[in-house]
C-alpha cells in the first residue's frame, strides 16, 4: 500500500509541470508564425523560469513527478488490468517518464557541458539532421501527444461523475486529438515548414557531427 501523500505529490508536481509544459509548447506554436518570434518569447519566458528559485522548483517537480509516477506505476502492476483509459494513463506516463529524464539531461547538458545556448537550434539539430531524424522526431511526437494523453484519460476517469460516460469520452477525444495536432504543428515548425534549418555549426558539434 501506498502512502496517500505520493499520489498528492504526483498531482501538485504535475500541475506546476503542466503550467510550463503548456507555455513551452505554446512557444513552440509560436515558431509557425516567425523564428524571430519564438526566439522572443522565449526569452520572454526565461526570465521567469530561469529564475533560480523556479528553475530549482521546475527540476524537482520533474524529478518527483519521475519518482510518483513510477511508484504509481509499479502500484498499477499490482492491481488487475486497468480499462482501456487506465492503460492509456499508464503508458504515456512511462513515456513521459523516459521523456523528462532524457530531454531535461539533454537541455542541462547542452548548456553546462556544450556550453549552447540551447534554443530551438538544440532541438531542430537532431530533429532536421538525418540519421538523428530517425529517432528525434518520433520523440518528440510521442512526447507532445503524451503530454494530452496523460491529461486526457485522467479527464475521462476523473470526469465521468461529472459529465457521464459518453460526455467525458468526447472531451478526452478531444483533448486526444488536441494532443497530435499540436505535435504535428510543432514538428511543422521545427522543420521550418518541411524545408529544413540551417543548423549553426555548433549545435551540430553536440551531435558529434
Ligand atoms: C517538440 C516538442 C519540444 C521541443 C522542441 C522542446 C525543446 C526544448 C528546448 C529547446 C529547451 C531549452 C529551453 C531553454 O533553454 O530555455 C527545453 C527545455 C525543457 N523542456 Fe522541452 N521541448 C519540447 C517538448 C517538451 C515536453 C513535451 C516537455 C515535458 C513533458 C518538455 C519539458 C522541458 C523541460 C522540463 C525543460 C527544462 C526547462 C529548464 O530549463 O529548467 N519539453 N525544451
Known amino acids: 500500500m501506498l502512502p496517500p501523500s505520493i499520489k498528492r505529490y504526483h498531482y501538485w508536481t504535475g500541475l506546476l509541470l503542466s503550467v510550463f509544459i503548456l507555455a513551452h509548447l505554446a512557444n513552440h506554436l509560436v515558431a509557425l508564425w516567425s523564428v524571430t518570434a519564438h526566439l522572443e518569447v522565449m526569452e520572454a519566458l526565461r526570465s521567469v523560469y530561469r529564475h533560480p528559485v523556479v528553475e530549482t522548483s521546475l527540476l524537482l517537480?520533474?524529478?518527483?513527478?519521475?519518482?510518483t509516477g513510477l511508484r504509481l506505476y509499479w502500484r498499477s502492476r499490482q492491481?488487475?488490468?486497468q480499462p482501456?483509459?487506465?492503460?492509456?494513463q499508464i503508458f504515456s506516463g512511462l513515456y513521459l517518464a523516459f521523456f523528462l529524464l532524457v530531454h531535461t539531461g539533454a537541455v542541462l547538458t547542452g548548456r553546462a557541458w556544450f556550453g549552447l545556448d540551447t534554443n530551438l537550434y538544440f532541438a531542430a539539430a537532431g530533429i532536421n539532421t538525418f540519421p538523428f531524424s530517425l529517432f528525434f522526431v518520433p520523440y518528440y511526437f510521442l512526447a507532445v501527444t503524451a503530454v494530452f494523453l496523460h491529461l486526457a484519460s485522467l479527464h475521462y476517469l476523473k470526469g465521468r461523475r461529472i459529465w457521464g460516460e459518453s460526455g467525458a469520452r468526447r472531451q478526452a477525444l478531444g483533448i486526444g486529438g488536441a494532443g497530435?495536432?499540436?505535435?504535428?504543428?510543432?514538428?511543422?515548425?521545427?522543420?521550418n515548414q518541411l524545408q529544413g534549418?540551417?543548423?549553426?555549426?555548433?549545435y551540430l558539434r553536440a551531435l558529434g557531427k
Do not use: E, S, Y
Not at 482501456?84 to 492509456?88: E, K, P, T, V, Y
Not at 497530435?180 to 522543420?191: E, S
Not at 534549418?197 to 555548433?202: E, G, L, R, T
Open 61 to 67: 517537480a520533474v524529478v518527483g513527478q519521475v519518482f
Open 180 to 191: 497530435v495536432l499540436v505535435a504535428l504543428l510543432i514538428l511543422f515548425a521545427m522543420t
Open 84 to 88: 482501456l483509459a487506465g492503460r492509456i
Open 197 to 202: 534549418f540551417p543548423i549553426p555549426a555548433d
Open 79 to 81: 492491481q488487475p488490468r
